[in-house]
């Protein structure tokens, strides 16, 4: 009996990506304007950013319903497996009780876990599902190891703005004050599966300081483990400027980063122009790291 792995769009794989790793991947539901598009399946990445820079609206993103998990479950059992499905944070979204309800539906051999995060974060944590899914591992030594590895799971971002958090209604008006002045970068954080403003810099390279300031204090990349970058837009110009001013934390230790451009999923929310990093540490992810 094989594990396989059912995961949502928001952990911003492509959908080639995902038929490499073996996964069955979930598009999100992203309305703009007056038309539905399937999150990088009816509508990529840079042609959701062309169409968030002409829309005056903010795109609505709608949670994977209960009926779609139970079709991929249904899926998978018909083929006599068992099925880890791993949704993107509970916090955000209702993907993750949608799945829920599919797993007691099946009522075995389906196992559900809440990533308390989001791109790149939950991407490595299916990255990771998959490495003990190819190691062998049973569906419950799964289960209790991705519930543990996913406290290191750290991943922060530096964005332009947070006005599309706040428009979103994913952040306070008080907290997006932080972004309001002109010049100002607000870095946030995922902690516990929500969001936090952590910083605030003028110009990429103070900004850039804060990101490498995250990972020094978290305890640094453990290279062993999946790690990721990414940037939202239609230019990873300021992604690249990050990779130059961090050299440091990974000069000897790896040759590149694997790179993600953030689908409409979460793109809605972090609008054009953030770098986000993500990485296991060697401390759990915690308000103060």
């Not at 797993?103 to 051999?109: E, G, L, S």
């Not at 002045?181 to 990429?204: C, H, M, T, Y």
Request: charged share 20%; hydrophobic share 40%; proline share 3%.
């Amino acid at each position: 009996m094989a594990i396989e792995i059912i995961v949502d769009s928001g952990c911003d794989l492509t959908v080639q990506q995902a038929q490499q790793m073996n996964l069955i991947l979930l598009p999100f539901v992203v309305r703009i304007g007056n038309t539905d598009y399937l999150d990088r399946v009816s509508l990529s990445a840079e042609e959701f950013y062309e169409k968030l820079i002409e829309e005056t609206e903010l795109p609505k993103t709608s949670q994977i319903s209960p009926y779609a998990y139970q079709e991929a479950v249904n899926s998978v059992k018909q083929r006599g497996n068992q099925a880890l499905i791993i949704t993107i944070t509970s916090r955000l979204s209702g993907s993750h009780r949608n799945a829920l309800l599919a797993a007691q539906q099946a009522q075995k051999d389906v196992v559900v876990i809440d990533s308390l995060s989001a791109s790149i974060g939950e991407q490595l944590l299916v990255k990771r599902a998959c490495q003990l899914r190819d190691e062998g591992r049973t569906l419950l030594e799964m289960e209790t190891i991705l519930n543990d590895e996913k406290k290191y799971i750290h991943i922060i971002a530096l964005l332009d703005t947070l006005e599309y958090l706040k428009k979103g209604g994913r952040i306070s008006k008080a907290a997006s004050i932080a972004g309001s002045l002109l010049g100002i970068r607000p870095v946030i954080k995922a902690v516990g599966g929500q969001i936090e403003v952590i910083g605030k810099a003028r110009g990429s390279r103070s900004g850039n300081n804060l990101l490498i300031q995250e990972v020094v204090n978290s305890g640094g990349i453990r290279f062993d483990m999946p790690y990721a970058l990414a940037y939202s837009g239609l230019s990873d110009r300021r992604l690249q400027k990050y990779i130059a001013d961090s050299r440091p934390l990974y000069e000897g230790k790896t040759d590149s980063f694997p790179i993600s451009i953030c689908g409409s999923t979460i793109g809605t929310y972090a609008g054009p122009e953030a770098v986000i990093c993500a990485w296991f540490a060697n401390k759990p992810c915690t308000k103060n790291t």
